[in-house]
Every structure is written in structure tokens, then in C-alpha cells.
């Protein structure tokens, strides 16, 4: 089974750059890694998926090595409402269907 | 507003009893997910479709839950005799086959088992 591990918190002032690192485990090769963030009292919602090398949209990149055990979701410029839970999401090695979430890292972002 | 919507948000019910939850996806996604989501802790996966097919359940779906999604549309959740173990939050999820990762997701259902 695809196990996740994330720091459990971590602390930023706005304006820094965030980098928010997942190490990942018996992932399927061949599926994509995907972040999500989570306000309290909401559901998830999708922020960046990739499968390796980087990625970049409008609100995060996303670092993926070669040998796909980790991948880093970099938060450019953070403000207070990046202040949230963030979760990488993998697939199953045995099951590509079955998505595992990570332990998830609470971002605090002070002004 | 298409997105995933759930009902109902909060749910209190008594130790024993039976609950239903309701989920109605986005109309042109044909997999639907639920997660279980306790304080604290990452959504843990359930069970999905892929339209009315059940295909995957995970072992924390106990012969006291169950979930359907007749028609491939809606999708309910029943937990019988509820334990107060089964309080937490209950997480309905949509995607499209090409996109699955990408999974879109209502505000939960909060359920409190006294």
C-alpha cells in the first residue's frame, strides 16, 4: 500500500515562498501526484498534479525528482489565505484507483 | 452552482440508529468517491463508482456501511446501527475517467454519533 509522509506544520510570513515537501512510497509508476489544499469545514480542493520534472500554474509549482519518492509543492509569495491544510495524493501502487491522501501539513501564514 | 453538493451538511443521530447520506456529483463526471475524514487527519478513502459501478472498497467500509449510486447520477451512503466511532466527516468526491486525479469535492457531511 502507498504510504505518504508530510510535515505536520509549518509557519511562513507573507510575501516568503513556501516549499512543502511529501515523501511518498510504493506509488504507482505510472499516475500523477497531486496536491490539494483544505480549508477548515470544506472539502478539498485541487491546487497542481504532475508527473515529474516541474510544473507550474497560476498559484503553485510542483517539483517532482526522477526517481518520483518525493515531490515538493512551492507556494510562491504566500498570503494570509494560503493559510490552510495541504495534501499530497497519491495513487496506489497496486490500484491506480485508489487515491491515498497524506497526513497533510497545516500552513500558518502570519502577517 | 454545478459543483459536487452533499446532504446533509451535519447529521446528529443516536448510537444505533441508521443514516443516509446523499451526494450529487458534477453531472458530466462518471466517477464518484467517498472519504471519511476524522479531526486532524487526512480524507481516507471509502469506496467509488465508475458511473453505477462499484469498483473499489476499502476495508474500513464495514458490513454496516453501504453505498449505491443507481443510474450512475446521485450516490447515497447508509451506515446502520451507527457506533460513536463512525462520527467524523464524510467526504463526496467527482471526477471525470480522463481526469481522476482531479477530483472535485462537496462540503461534507458532519456526523455526530452521541
Known amino acids: 500500500l502507498a504510504k505518504t509522509t508530510q510535515p505536520i506544520s509549518m509557519d511562513s510570513y507573507e510575501g516568503q515562498e513556501v516549499n512543502i515537501t511529501c515523501s511518498h512510497n510504493?506509488?504507482?509508476?505510472?499516475?500523477?501526484i497531486t496536491w490539494y489544499q483544505q480549508f477548515p469545514s470544506q472539502g478539498p480542493r485541487f491546487i497542481i498534479q504532475?508527473?515529474?520534472t516541474k510544473v507550474t500554474n497560476e498559484v503553485a509549482s510542483l517539483f517532482i525528482p526522477a526517481d518520483r519518492k518525493s515531490s515538493t509543492l512551492s507556494l510562491p509569495r504566500v498570503s494570509l489565505s494560503d493559510t490552510a491544510v495541504y495534501y499530497c495524493?497519491?495513487?496506489?501502487?497496486?490500484?491506480?484507483?485508489?487515491?491515498?491522501f497524506g497526513t497533510g501539513t497545516r500552513l500558518q501564514v502570519f502577517p | 452552482d454545478t459543483g459536487v453538493s452533499q446532504d446533509p451538511r451535519h447529521k446528529i443521530t443516536k448510537r444505533g440508529q441508521n443514516v443516509t447520506f446523499r451526494c450529487d456529483p458534477i453531472?458530466?463526471?462518471?466517477?464518484l468517491y467517498w472519504y471519511r475524514q476524522t479531526l486532524g487527519q487526512g480524507p481516507e478513502f471509502l469506496t467509488y463508482?465508475?458511473?453505477?459501478?462499484?469498483?473499489?472498497k476499502s476495508r474500513l467500509l464495514s458490513d454496516r456501511f453501504s453505498a449505491e449510486r443507481p443510474k450512475g447520477s446521485f450516490s447515497t451512503l447508509e451506515i446502520q446501527r451507527t457506533e460513536q466511532g463512525d462520527s467524523a466527516m464524510y467526504l463526496c468526491?467527482?471526477?471525470?475517467?480522463?481526469?481522476?486525479?482531479?477530483?472535485?469535492f462537496g462540503a461534507g457531511t458532519r456526523l455526530s454519533v452521541l
Open positions: 495524493l497519491v495513487g496506489d501502487s497496486y490500484n491506480t484507483d485508489k487515491l491515498i
Open positions: 510504493n506509488i504507482a509508476t505510472n499516475d500523477y
Open positions: 468526491a467527482s471526477s471525470s475517467r480522463a481526469a481522476k486525479n482531479i477530483q472535485y
Open positions: 453531472s458530466e463526471h462518471n466517477r
Open positions: 504532475g508527473y515529474k
Open positions: 463508482f465508475q458511473n453505477e459501478a462499484q469498483l473499489e
